[in-house]
């Protein structure tokens, strides 16, 4: 059975995306470059991030897309692609054969309610503390857990567990 994914105008989606070696350290080492992908290709291809964590391997998000927006594919193959060309410009040495630095695909999951909301959102947030990165959701400079405790979502010393 092939997989199939789910296209809602307007739907909030949360996303795992891993590089191909998860041993390379791409996506913090270079997260200037990562930020730029994904600030060029929001401005042609505007989405709002509801949650965000960059670990050295992978990353997991949560996007809203306007009402009139389904296509969260095309939006991450030029992140990906924005995020391939400028390491390679400027690091050779990790990019993978073939020029390949990201898994093929991304993992996808359409929210379903306010309560599969919370439940994302959270994990993102503590997704640094799960991989050992850290033992305060606080000290992962990477996440937009950040930009929640001064919008008053979360405590400071907030841990999902």
Same mark, same amino acid.
């Given at each position: ?52 964590? +960059? ?7 949560? $996007?809203?897309?306007?009402?009139? =927006?389904?296509? #969260? *594919?095309?939006?991450? %193959? ?45 994990? +993102? ?7 050992? $990165?850290?033992?305060?959701?606080? =000290?992962?400079? #990477? *996440?937009?857990?950040? %930009? ?14």
């Amino acid at each position: 059975m092939r997989y199939r994914r789910n296209y809602a105008h307007g739907g909030t989606y949360f996303f795992t995306v891993n590089l191909r070696d998860r041993e390379m350290r791409l996506l913090t080492e270079h997260i200037r470059l990562l930020r730029s992908a994904v600030a060029t290709v929001k401005a042609s291809h505007p989405f709002q991030i509801d949650a965000w964590v +960059v670990l050295p391997d992978h990353l997991h998000t949560i $996007w809203t897309l306007p009402n009139n =927006d389904s296509d #969260y *594919s095309t939006r991450w %193959r030029k992140i990906k692609k924005l995020f391939t060309k400028s390491v390679s410009r400027i690091d050779k040495r990790f990019v993978t054969a073939k020029g390949r630095i990201w898994q093929d695909r991304f993992w996808e999951h359409t929210i379903r309610d306010e309560r599969d909301f919370k439940h994302h959102f959270d994990y +993102v947030h503590f997704n640094p503390v799960k991989h050992g $990165w850290v033992e305060q959701v606080s =000290d992962w400079p #990477y *996440s937009s857990f950040h %930009r929640e405790v001064k919008r008053g979502i979360y405590h400071p010393s907030w841990n999902f567990y």
